[in-house]
């Protein structure tokens, strides 16, 4: 039996801390890029968080064991995590953190359309459908609509792109992250397990390409070690960990109605922290963008609340 509920102001409050948490790590990695390239910050942010999430594993008695069946979907999804954030360290050399942000959160969008013909119970509904198709179009106006003069108000609109363009790919690294979970052992498996194959995987693939493309320098001011601090206990840790006890204890359709709140408070912190400019050509595209995002991950709940609307009118 489900056991899981609506959500309440509890959940409502802390998605919005979230929200405003993950909204914010794109921006952290922009402002202190100068000391740590956001490639190698990754990594150790991961490192660190691999190494919390053991901890916390071994108090509450998990297992750790590679014998489970977990180990192939396992490293499949500690790869695809392991290249969205590659993906996004080097898109966030050419855009800014509120293009960023914005690109990146479309996951959903992609992991809808993949589970729609992996999983016969996830397939999307005509509302869904409205919703890929408005976000779709949301994204190719920010592509076709910008104009001159980068988001770093330096670089060319041709690099700020290539950047938008790594955004969408890290979006489907993502989504592929979320449909392999879905659809394989991992499904059963320890969210904390899971989260560890991630971040392992993370650490090390990360941490090879910081080395090998000449990004592995680290100038430790304490800018720096805020901003570490924040990654590894407060993004990849604390959030994390808080995201799976939602999912756990509210009901999934009615959380993914606050997805669109993270890049919000990524163009605002961008702006705000970082002065990026929020040009109208990208804004005239990010809002369909948003809204897609909102059909498609709520299209369920909606749907039931339009039909439940629609009988007690006809009654």
């Known amino acids: 039996m489900d056991t899981r509920k609506p959500v309440d102001g509890s959940a409502v409050l802390l998605m919005m801390v979230l929200c405003a948490t993950w909204g914010m790590q794109q921006v952290v990695l922009k402002a202190t890029a100068a000391d740590i390239a956001p490639v190698m910050q990754i990594a150790l942010r991961s490192g660190v968080a691999a190494l919390l999430v053991g901890l916390v594993m071994w108090w509450r008695g998990e297992s750790m064991s590679l014998r489970d069946g977990t180990l192939v979907p396992g490293l499949a999804v500690g790869v695809f995590f392991a290249t969205e954030f590659l993906l996004v360290a080097e898109g966030l050399r050419h855009t800014s953190a509120s293009h960023m942000v914005v690109f990146l959160y479309t996951a959903p969008i992609f992991a809808a359309l993949g589970l729609h013909w992996r999983i016969p119970a996830e397939r999307l509904s005509g509302l869904q459908?409205?919703?890929i198709a408005i976000a779709f179009a949301g994204i190719a106006m920010t592509f076709l609509g910008r104009g001159h003069g980068a988001a770093t108000g330096a670089a060319a609109t041709g690099s700020t792109l290539w950047g938008?363009?790594?955004g969408v790919l890290a979006a489907i690294a993502?989504?592929?992250t979320t449909v392999v979970v879905r659809c394989s052992s991992l499904a059963k498996a320890q969210p904390s397990k899971t989260l560890q194959y991630q971040l392992v995987m993370a650490f090390g693939v990360l941490l090879c390409a910081a080395w090998l493309s000449g990004q592995a320098q680290?100038?430790?001011t304490p800018r720096v070690w805020a901003s570490l601090a924040f990654h590894a206990v407060v993004v990849s840790f604390a959030s994390?960990?808080?995201w799976f006890w939602l999912l756990r204890h509210y009901l999934a359709s009615r959380l993914g109605v606050f997805s669109f709140m993270t890049p919000l408070f990524g163009m605002l912190f961008g702006a705000w922290l970082l002065d990026e400019p929020i040009e109208a050509g990208f804004l005239v595209g990010a809002i369909p963008v948003l809204v897609g995002i909102v059909l498609v991950?709520?299209?369920?709940?909606l749907g039931q609340i339009w039909a439940?609307?629609?009988k007690a009118r006809t009654r």
């Open 164 to 166: 938008d363009f790594l």
């Open 240 to 242: 994390f960990l808080a």
């Open 308 to 310: 439940d609307t629609f």
């Open 297 to 301: 991950s709520a299209g369920p709940w």
């Open 129 to 131: 459908w409205s919703g």
């Open 174 to 176: 993502w989504a592929a």
């Open 218 to 220: 680290v100038n430790f």
